[in-house]
């Protein structure tokens, strides 16, 4: 089995949520150890949903392999929008959003201004996406239709009971790709035989998921040379205007 | 490696129309992934008269009695008729569970309590357990599933997801709390079995796949999310064989031997 030669992880996680928990230097080591050069790693619990400096602060100290993708729950208002401008002067790469924890619809006003904001940034956003009532993937469909600028990636892939939307999510419009993390093998092979690898990012979900689990439903996919390229670094390095590889 | 048995496949024609994978081609993929026996439920079932699926399902897992075992299922929305359609199934030992969706068999057990209860007694009488989808509104959410293992003290209960992707912690709570409810890692990943472990023990979690749903990787892919959760061999034991052969009483009912020798055609 071989592989793309660079491996970017477009979705980690780091702090403490419930029983999930993942520091800087343990995520280093696992990404050593599978082989990934670089992580895109967002807060999880408190971080993600009332304490976002906190959150946003361990993202973005934990560099320079790990890359922080910053968050404020939409309900901080002009507080939450300060936090983003903090955030970008040092250095985060885009926006994720947890419908579910930070507890909003996505096509509700709330959340609007900050998606004003990283098209301001030309910052994509990921969306948690999966869970029932607000991290509907088709309520990402309906923000991506009305910000066609902003490149937004579902993440988790719909996981677990959404697989069924979220082929024809990623389909319905150009600018919404799938972090492949959790979704199965089938699924994530029927988008990128039906929209192409460019649409379709690698994600680890460390710490619930395993690099290695992770990799292998990539591997059983057989993908070209190319098709591994974009998936394993090409299109995350693209969407998060990361430095190309040296 | 440990013995594995597969306590959640689907084994059916076809789901709605997407064709499925034959018991030869499921049972290629269990040797090629040395899974000595799977537990096969219906698919279309859910959506049609459950008689017919039944026995559909039984011809087909009896091309390979030694290796296929099959779960019954029923309608409770039918009342009594469920209940005969469970006797019938059930005096045949070839069934040795039965397997619940109740999203996609449309029903909310909470307005069927006297039929679900029914059902459940006389599973608990043939010492099957009773196997439901968990982790989806409005009609699968854990708490829901783990309600009947509630009212049934004498049924065993089996998560059919040990929570899906939103209700591990739940599920894990409820394992722990209700001595016969259960959990199948089907889809839940290596941090979530971690804490499932944590909260329920080794002794409440049975390994499960749902291939047939999807196609053959769906097997390998959740073997991994056992393989990667860094367990003991005793955990693994348990959790990949164990369990599920102690729920399926394997020992006392060993699986029938085939008449002829299939494996090589089978190949
Ligand atoms: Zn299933």
């Keep these: ?246 | 490696m440990t013995r594995i048995i597969d306590f959640h496949t689907h084994l059916d024609e076809r789901w709605l129309h997407v064709k499925c994978d034959s018991a030869a081609d499921m049972v290629r993929t269990l040797d090629r992934f040395e899974v000595e026996a799977a537990c096969v439920f219906t698919i279309m079932g859910f959506y049609e008269p459950c008689p017919a699926h039944n026995d559909a399902l039984l011809r087909r897992a009896d091309q390979y009695p030694d290796r296929l075992i099959p779960f019954a299922t029923v309608d409770p929305k039918q009342g009594r008729a469920a209940a005969d359609e469970l006797e019938r199934c059930l005096a045949n030992p070839r069934f040795r569970g039965v397997k619940f969706h109740p999203w996609l068999q449309a029903f909310a057990a909470s307005m069927l309590r006297d039929t679900m209860l029914d059902v459940l007694q006389i599973a608990a009488r043939h010492r099957v357990p009773v196997l439901l989808h968990d982790g989806t509104p409005p009609y699968s959410t854990t708490y829901q599933v783990a309600n009947l293992a509630r009212w049934s003290p004498e049924t065993t209960i089996v998560l059919g997801h040990a929570g899906s992707a939103d209700y591990v912690d739940a599920a894990a709570q409820l394992m722990r709390d209700i001595p016969n409810l259960y959990g199948c890692y089907c889809g839940p990943r290596a941090g979530d079995l971690r804490r499932l472990l944590d909260l329920a023990g080794p002794e409440k979690i049975l390994f499960g796949s749902d291939f047939g749903a999807a196609g053959w990787r769906l097997l390998p892919e959740r073997i991994d999310n056992v393989l990667e959760a860094g367990l003991t061999d005793q955990q693994l034991e348990l959790i990949l064989a164990g369990n599920a052969a102690r729920l399926l009483k394997l020992d006392e009912r060993p699986l029938a031997q085939p008449l002829l020798p299939h494996r090589e055609e089978a190949r």
């Design chain 1, 1 to 246: 089995m071989s592989r793309a030669a660079s491996i970017i992880d477009a979705h980690a996680m780091l702090g403490e949520e419930t029983y999930l928990s993942l520091t800087a230097s343990e995520l280093l080591r696992r990404m050593d150890a599978a082989g990934v050069s670089t992580a895109l790693a967002r807060p999880l619990g408190a971080g993600l949903i009332v304490d976002n400096r906190a959150g946003n602060d361990l993202v973005l100290s934990a560099g320079p392999r790990i890359r922080g993708l910053v968050s404020a729950n939409p309900w901080w208002g002009d507080r939450g929008l300060a936090e983003l401008d903090r955030c970008r002067e040092v250095g985060a790469v885009g926006m994720f959003l947890d419908p579910l924890r930070q507890g909003f619809f996505p096509t509700e006003p709330a959340p609007v201004p900050f998606y004003e904001r990283a098209q301001q940034y030309d910052w994509p956003i990921v969306f948690r996406t999966g869970a029932y009532v607000f991290a509907d993937v088709l309520a990402v469909v309906e923000v991506a239709r009305r910000f066609p600028t902003i490149q937004f990636v579902a993440g988790f892939g719909g996981f677990a009971d959404m697989w069924f939307e979220i082929a024809d999510a990623i389909g319905s419009v150009p600018n919404l790709h799938l972090d492949a993390s959790l979704l199965w093998s089938d699924g994530i092979e029927e988008i990128i035989k039906r929209f192409g690898a460019q649409r379709v990012l690698f994600g680890s979900a460390e710490p619930r998921n395993r690099y290695a689990a992770a990799l292998r439903t990539l591997d059983r996919l057989e993908l070209s040379t190319a098709e591994q390229e974009a998936i394993f670094h090409g299109n995350a390095t693209r969407i998060f205007h990361l430095e190309p590889l040296r």
